[in-house]
């Protein structure tokens, strides 16, 4: 397994497993990408991203990650970052998430930020799972707040303070 920075020809294949991650209801987008919009995203994702990363395997990528500022703009709050990480369903349990955030944390603790904000919804159990053995903490939980068709979901807001860092 290795981590690569994204780039433009890794645009298919990501928006591949973020659409499986919409199709699973794993996020709050309610459709999948087009052509179209998928690029409009994943140029968004490229040009705010502090850090953009993917996951490859014998040269097929099987996740990805990022690094965003958590509440652009606001100086207070600029010692702080969001992770992102989404893996394939191909590849689940095989440790690809767990390499992505400790890649993303070790980013992070070079640009000197002090904590890492993870927001999921509140039935990710696996990503729940996984960011807790990571020493995560629910910190907010705002129930009810994600409308779907056929379910109401909540916004889990997950916290890790980095290493090394005093609050």
């Known amino acids: 397994m290795l981590i690569r ?10 928006i591949e497993i973020m659409n499986q991650a919409i199709m699973d209801r794993k996020n709050a987008y309610l459709e999948i990408f087009n052509a179209e919009n998928g690029r409009q995203w994943y140029d968004s994702l490229r040009a705010k ?6 996951c490859v395997i014998d ?9 965003t500022s958590y509440r652009e703009n606001r100086g207070a709050l600029s010692g702080n970052v969001e992770i992102t990480f989404y893996v394939h369903n191909d590849n689940k349990k095989q440790g690809i998430g767990t ?12 640009l000197n930020k002090t904590h890492v904000v993870a927001i999921l919804l509140d039935d990710n159990e696996a990503s729940q799972i996984l960011l807790t053995k990571k020493g995560y ?8 707040i ?17 290493r090394g860092h005093e609050s």
């Open 99 to 110: 390499l992505i955030i400790k890649y993303l944390e070790e980013v992070a603790l070079r």
């Open 59 to 67: 040269n097929r990528i099987v996740g990805w990650g990022s690094l």
């Open 5 to 14: 920075e994204a780039n433009r020809s890794h645009e298919h294949e990501v």
């Open 137 to 144: 903490k629910t910190l907010g939980h705002f129930e009810s």
């Open 49 to 54: 991203a502090i850090k953009f990363c993917v």
């Open 146 to 162: 994600a409308t779907f068709p056929n379910k109401t979901l909540g916004h889990l807001y997950m916290w890790k303070k980095l």
